[in-house]
């Protein structure tokens, strides 16, 4: 009796559990569909503009070689003419309009480039990655352009190599395009006169750590330029926002795209007036 009564009352029990349990089972199978459904419209969108994208940068090609020969032709013309006539005259206002327009077809050529890099397929091709060698590698090729700015690129490389499952390639280009922003932010605060974090040295760092018992690497790209100010900080990770006249908007959201591809994240820290210190964190092998 005792036995049958137990088991009515587990089976009062059971019923309502199995019916939240299919409830949550199939709410989550209705998330993971819309998650896949968006997934879809994104890569179908990604590749129009992708596409659109290629089609104008094959007639801005064009239109960059024609503006080339168009300069030389002046340039050919200007030599024949005496100095201070009017012909002169007009040759010069239009060999600085042709300036001008390479100047704009250069810098929309980088933006398509830049938006090509960000709207692309990413597919990467991991292989278990010595972090500190990757790092070291990148110091050396970018040491030339530190220099240029009067900037020492300085590393602290973890004393056991962090090892992880990385694209190479990728996670360099995602690495200086933090390491590009932190030089030309220390440079454009020392020349403006901007307040800053008083040095001139550039730190790459990598370290491990545990999370949840989980093993993982962070990479440190440290700078003492004049800071990000909290209202910029929430938006610098947006496309196209650029607090530079000169930037796409592009680099940082390239970045943080190719390390969540890697399962990893990349945050920041910054103090106005002494530096910024931004971070990748990555799942170790």
């Given at each position: ?178 390491i590009i922003n932190a030089t030309q932010a220390m440079d454009e605060a020392r020349n403006k006169n901007i307040a800053h974090g008083g040095c001139n ?15 993982e690497l962070q990479i440190h790209v440290t700078d003492c330029g004049p800071g990000i100010p909290a209202e910029r900080l929430e938006k610098i990770f ?48």
């Open positions: 009796m005792y036995f049958w009564f137990g088991l009515g009352i587990g089976v009062l029990i059971a019923v309502p559990l199995v019916a939240w349990a299919s409830r949550r089972t199939e709410q989550r199978v209705r998330r993971l569909e819309r998650r896949a459904q968006a997934a879809e419209r994104l890569a179908e969108l990604g590749t129009l503009t992708g596409g659109l994208a290629h089609e104008i940068k094959n007639p801005l090609s064009t239109v960059n070689l024609n503006v080339q020969l168009l300069k030389e032709d002046l340039r050919d013309a200007a030599a024949e003419l005496p100095a201070g006539s009017v012909g002169s005259e007009r040759l010069d206002r239009a060999q600085r309009r042709i300036e001008s327009l390479t100047r704009e077809t250069q810098r929309l050529r980088v933006i398509l480039e830049d938006f090509l890099r960000f709207a692309g397929q990413v597919k990467l091709d991991l292989h278990p990655t010595n972090i500190n060698v990757l790092v070291e590698e990148l110091v050396d090729f970018f040491a030339p352009q530190a220099q240029a700015a009067k900037i020492q690129l300085r590393t602290q490389l973890a004393a056991n190599p962090p090892i992880a499952p990385a694209d190479a390639g990728l996670l360099k280009q995602a690495m200086l395009n933090l040295e550039l730190i790459i760092r990598t370290d491990r750590k545990k999370t949840g018992g989980q093993d947006q496309p196209y926002y650029s607090s530079k006249k000169t930037g796409t908007g592009l680099g940082l959201p390239t970045t943080r795209r190719i390390i969540e591809e890697h399962g990893g994240t990349v945050s920041v820290h910054s103090e106005v007036g002494k530096g910024t210190d931004f971070f990748i964190t990555l799942p170790a092998k």
